[in-house]
């Protein structure tokens, strides 16, 4: 039997981390990077025998890469503090990493929920790389949306999905994109490329369409009811609100 290390990154998921947990306890290992949380998360971690580095934040991709580099087992699971495994899935992932013919990469597409409803068709085109064999992987050091980099040309995929609740209301949804806008903005001015007020107006009205229409129309939502429309609209606003605080950084230099 093959082992598996489960890598989970943490700050403050005291409120959604048991659910996790109890969902992948069959692991042979849950390897914890956690950011100096101040709730009880550790506390929760340890019940269920997950081994924690308590670290300071150094970055989305630079954590991810501390768990990887401080697991044991030869196959990696990438898992998010708001995500649950159901049994199709568990068993789909056993079966894959004790199977001789399997791949070293597997992608994984989330059944994301969003105020209450699914904004998941089963037709979406998203999918990330979550399962690997250690050494083939690793995570990119962008400041927010972390990419996965890996070294093999053949990729597989996991057909069933784990449940993603990414956020638990509104309230969380604009807690996080004030957050992750600010990190969008950083990034975007640290790719060294000429930023003037013309090309930020022009992104200001171009991003936000281009959002939208990727959003509801390529990745489907407009087949999710008005948790769909919503979300779209939101990561409209998600674009528009990250380019005025590029505009803003850009004052401030």
């Given at each position: 039997m093959s082992k598996l290390s489960v890598v989970i990154i943490t700050l403050n998921e005291e409120k959604r981390i048991r659910r996790t947990l109890e969902s992948i306890k069959w692991a042979d290992e849950i390897v914890i990077v956690d950011?100096?949380?101040?709730?009880?998360?550790?506390?929760?971690?340890?019940?269920?025998?997950?081994?924690?580095?308590?670290?300071?934040?150094?970055?989305?991709?630079?954590?991810?890469?501390?768990?990887?580099?401080?697991?044991e087992g030869p196959w990696i699971l990438i898992v998010s503090a708001d995500m649950v495994f159901d049994c199709a899935i568990v068993e789909e992932i056993i079966n894959t990493i004790n199977n001789v013919n399997s791949k070293d990469v597997y992608k994984i597409t989330n059944n994301n929920y969003f105020m209450g409803g699914s904004i998941s068709?089963?037709?979406?085109?998203?999918?990330?790389?979550?399962?690997?064999?250690?050494?083939?992987?690793?995570?990119?050091?962008?400041?927010?949306?972390?990419?996965?980099?890996?070294n093999?040309?053949?990729?597989?995929?996991?057909?069933?999905?784990?449940r993603h609740y990414s956020y638990e209301n509104i309230a969380h949804y604009i807690d996080k994109f004030n957050k992750y806008t600010t990190l969008e903005s950083?990034?975007?001015?640290?790719?060294?490329?000429?930023?003037n007020d013309i090309s930020i107006l022009?992104?200001?009205?171009?991003?936000?369409?281009?959002?939208?229409?990727s959003r509801?129309?390529?990745?489907g939502l407009m087949f999710c009811g008005l948790p769909g429309f919503i979300f779209s609209t939101l990561s409209a606003f998600y674009s528009f609100v990250s380019w005025i605080k590029v505009w803003e950084l850009k004052k401030i230099k």
């Open positions: 950011a100096e949380s101040i709730d009880k998360t550790v506390d929760i971690c340890k019940e269920y025998g997950a081994k924690v580095h308590k670290r300071k934040w150094t970055g989305y991709g630079d954590q991810w890469n501390y768990g990887i580099n401080n697991s068709p089963q037709k979406s085109p998203l999918a990330q790389i979550r399962l690997f064999k250690k050494g083939t992987t690793y995570f990119s050091q962008r400041a927010v949306h972390e990419g996965i980099i890996c093999v040309n053949e990729i597989g995929i996991i057909i069933n999905r784990p950083i990034q975007i001015t640290k790719t060294g490329r000429y930023i022009l992104h200001m009205f171009g991003s936000p369409i281009k959002a939208f229409t509801y129309m390529r990745e």
